[in-house]
T-cell receptor, first 111, second 114 residues
Framework: DGGITQSPKYLFRKEGQNVTLSCEQN?????MYWYRQDPGQGLRLIYY???????QKGDIAEGYSVSREKKESFPLTVTSAQKNPTAFYLC??????????FGSGTRLTVV | DQQVKQNSPSLSVQEGRISILNCDYT??????FLWYKKYPAEGPTFLIS?????DKNEDGRFTVFLNKSAKHLSLHIVPSQPGDSAVYFC?????????????FGSGTQLTVLP
């Protein structure tokens, strides 16, 4: 079955550490996205990529980094520069001009 | 500045009645609108969409209405069922390059009471 997989489902990070969230899709979608969800807020775009080896900043890219070395994979690194990293992170993919398919999310907690 | 707004954070309706979720937008370039449903600790799932060339789209119990002059859309669920209880996100996009970026509202928590 085609789909998009995020791992891990829960992640704990100590302050000052970088952490990488995985996102893999086997839908052959060109575009991939990372969103962040905070309580009472909508989904805010962190980064997106329309093609391999290219990505663009979204609305809240500060403190995050991404790579797109393979079409199937779009990992997100939450760096120590991100002031408030505790949130629910969602990865999505889409075909060109198509709707989004979302992963099941990763809840990151800073301890 | 929020370009997509869902002003009601929560809504409760009785099972069997109609649920109406509202969404307003400010960017007149938006030409495609979607509704997503989200359960806790899961990713959103696509529900229904509408293009700006239409004013209504229906899919089973779900109907989306678009009023372009008012920059307003709404999702109607009839009849509402307890399994419909979830957070509903409105999203909007416009063509920009080869991929559409979605701008989401803040969501409305729908609770359907048995």
């Amino acid at each position: 079955d085609g789909g998009i997989t995020q791992s891990p489902k829960y992640l704990f990070r100590k302050e000052g550490q970088n952490v990488t969230l995985s996102c893999e899709q086997n839908l052959n979608h060109d575009a991939m996205y990372w969103y962040r969800q905070d309580p009472g807020q909508g989904l805010r775009l962190i980064y997106y990529s329309q093609i391999v080896n290219d990505f663009q900043k979204g609305d809240i890219a500060e403190g995050y980094s991404v790579s797109r070395e393979k079409k199937e994979s779009f990992p997100l690194t939450v760096t120590s520069a991100q002031k408030n990293p505790t949130a629910f992170y969602l990865c999505a993919s889409s075909s060109l001009g198509g709707g989004y398919t979302f992963g099941s999310g990763t809840r990151l907690t800073v301890v | 500045d929020q370009q997509v707004k869902q002003n009601s954070p929560s809504l409760s309706v009785q099972e069997g009645r109609i649920s109406i979720l509202n969404c307003d937008y400010t960017n007149s370039m938006f030409d495609y609108f979607l509704w997503y449903k989200k359960y806790p600790a899961e990713g959103p799932t696509f529900l229904i969409s509408i293009s700006s060339i239409k004013d209504k789209n229906e899919d089973g119990r779900f109907t989306v209405f678009l009023n372009k002059s008012a920059k307003h859309l709404s999702l109607h669920i009839v009849p509402s069922q307890p399994g419909d209880s979830a957070v509903y996100f409105c999203a909007a996009s416009y063509s920009s390059g080869s991929a559409r970026q979605l701008t989401f509202g803040s969501g409305t928590q729908l609770t359907v009471l048995p």
